[in-house]
């Protein structure tokens, strides 16, 4: 796909157009909504200053709309933000036919996905993600939310936008420690999803230009794949979770223990090689394919460690993502690249010697 072709995937029941001159098919898509009930759009304050700008330039009707800025970052993830939004749609008389412009990350994404959803039980939404998370993961599949009680994506609905329009473009301004994390869900879709997305990962740098492009779409095509085939995650739409279950619980340690530095994509890398260590252990996933994810991971990631003394909170923090099965832990792993499975009893044992696994990655 070139850099400049439009590229409308369909299989869901919403449109996700992917390019770099998204804004004819967009303001076509929005036109209608500004005699049916007005367009809003919501940013945070770097999206406001980055982003809004170019799409002010490129698509005049929406130069005066009005626009809510909130400040970036996951602890605008809550209820008081999703009071700000609510009040300010109430305010500028926003109503069910409005539509509301979700520009910006997951945050934004996950933040205006859940706000429009309830408000007055649902206004239609279209995300225009601006990060790379964003772009490759979060502004498809429907999951909208916010954190509650220090429990990431604790309330939250399933709500599909109206349409995603991804613009590769927007990253021109992502700072480089957000394309790195970002980067970490391009090589979790790839592990999962292998053959030729995979060998372009360990092939190609992220940093590269245009190099980007070819994996957003193979990674939002992947997803879309995925979430078509499970909407609801009941069942297969778990494979999503690789790296994530042991990848969350890190994060929620870094951050309780106020340790800076650490990105989301930080947390899934390393996630990844306890989760694919787990993969060779009991999921039958070869050790030339274990190495091979190794490589590629710690060629983009310094791996963080876990201490001993940080394994039983770790382990209950797990058991707060609901995984928890008595003394077994439940994953989803992989049998080998591309094939992934879900579903899978991890005994306390195993989990505790990939955390050995990790730390003494960071010795070598
Ligand atoms: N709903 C889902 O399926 C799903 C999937 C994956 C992640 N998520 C959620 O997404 C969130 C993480 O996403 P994120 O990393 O995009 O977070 P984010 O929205 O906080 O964006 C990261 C940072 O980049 C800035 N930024 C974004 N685009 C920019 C641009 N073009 N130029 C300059 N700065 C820009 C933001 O202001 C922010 O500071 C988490 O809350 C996670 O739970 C949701």
Redesign the pocket.
Known sequence: VERDETLILNSLTYPVYIGNSLWKPLGDFIKPYFTSGGVYILT????H???FPVIAVNIEALAGVPVFSII???Q??ETSSVEMIWNWLMEEGAGKNSLLINL???????LG?FAAATYKRGMPFINL??????QA?????????I?FSGI??QAGVFANPEAVFINPG??????AD?IR??FA?IIKSAILSGNSFWDHVRNTSPYLDGALNDMIINSVEFKISVVASDPYENSFRKVLNFGHTIGHAIEALYNRNGMPGL???DAVAAGMVCEAFISNEVAGLSKMEFNDIVAVITKHFQIKTVDDQNVEELLLMMGHDKKRIGNDFSFSLINAIGNPVFDVKVDKQVIFNSFRYINQIKKL
Request: glycine share 24%.
């Open positions: 945070d304050h770097n999206t200053k980055s982003c970036p970052g996951e605008s993830k910006g990350g997951g945050v934004v994404s996950d996905g993600p601006t990060s790379l998370i964003g993961d979060a502004a498809i599949g429907g999951k909208t939310g954190n990431k994506n927007f990253l021109g301004t992502l700072p957000h994390s970002g869900e990105f989301h994509g």
